[in-house]
């Protein structure tokens, strides 16, 4: 018989059916999976490295879908907080990603601040849904994304130049505005709005008028379009960087700025369908990230 006894033993026996390393990795392919795409051009002894990191990540951007009650997504953020403690304290706790990323920081100066303000990021989201300011999104985008790219610099031996640390601010803070774009028919559909409520009162954008009505509410292809050239700024602000070395980004930080390429995508994809982000078209995968992430590395462009 079942019972809630052998709900731990029932759990372990899940995260063990694969090494911590591979479930990192299956995790970020089935969740992240233009993240998997990139994983290609790391070099392979930094790769589960890599996975571990993504994977984290990964697994606190999916606490708000999968959580009902707002005190289980505290309690979540909470386990990660003392796991993240007892990893740098040599004493994970047997969850997958936390042994992944013990591994990794023993082999990576990973600086442990950067851990906790994606969960700080990720928690402060849970309390709100939604942002009252760009200024807000954007501070929220730093440390949900920035902070996963500066663990990634790290980890690529590059986390002392700030030019790169700069770069990674605007690459990362515009991949976090465009992933709410690109799932904005699935938060409304969770009446949620992430549109900052100063740009929706700008637009004349009602939050009910959206949950209902989606893409034909009225002012939200307006409200997507400016919330869209944010995303833009951003990523333009952060080619400026290597403008001096003709736009070509280091090849050693390479894998890293690649996260840009799916960015620059989704963003001429919306700008095709008028930023209509409802379109259908946009809720098919595109092959073309793939091609446009190989020629990015190679002409270490994103």
Request: contains cysteine; hydrophobic residues 45%; positive net charge.
């Amino acid at each position: 018989m079942l019972s809630l006894r052998t709900a731990p033993r029932l759990r372990q026996a899940r995260f063990y059916s694969d090494s911590p390393a591979q479930y990192c990795r299956q995790l970020v392919r089935k969740h992240d999976y233009d993240s998997f795409l990139i994983s290609k051009f790391w070099p392979a002894p930094l790769q589960d490295a890599y996975f571990a990191i993504k994977a984290f990540a990964t697994e606190l951007a999916m606490v708000q879908d999968n959580v009902s009650v707002a005190t289980i997504g505290a309690v979540r953020m909470q386990f990660w907080r003392d796991a993240i403690r007892d990893i740098y304290a040599d004493r994970p706790p047997r969850h997958p990603i936390a042994l992944a990323l013990h591994t990794a920081t023993q082999e990576a100066d990973l600086p442990a601040y950067h851990f906790k303000r994606i969960i700080d990021a990720r928690d402060a989201e849970l309390k709100a849904d939604s942002y009252p300011s760009c200024d807000a999104l954007v501070s929220h985008a730093e440390g949900a994304s920035s902070s996963v790219l500066y663990l990634l610099l790290a980890l690529r031996g590059l986390g002392g130049p700030a030019d790169l640390a700069h770069a990674a601010s605007h690459v990362g803070t515009a991949a976090t505005i465009a992933t709410l774009l690109r799932a904005l028919p699935h938060h409304a559909a969770n009446r949620r709005l992430p549109i900052p409520l100063d740009v929706c009162a700008q637009h004349g954008v009602q939050q009910e008028l959206v949950f209902r009505h989606g893409g034909d509410a009225t002012g939200v292809d307006a409200a997507v379009y400016q919330v869209a050239v944010l995303a833009n700024d951003h990523l333009l602000t952060a080619r400026e960087v290597f403008k001096e070395h003709g736009g070509k980004v280091p090849i050693a930080a390479m894998p890293v700025f690649l996260a840009g390429v799916p960015v620059a995508t989704f963003l001429s994809q919306l700008e095709k369908v008028n930023f209509d982000a409802f379109a259908r078209q946009l809720g098919t995968r595109e092959w073309r990230v793939s091609w446009n992430i190989w020629r990015g590395y190679y002409r270490r462009t994103f």
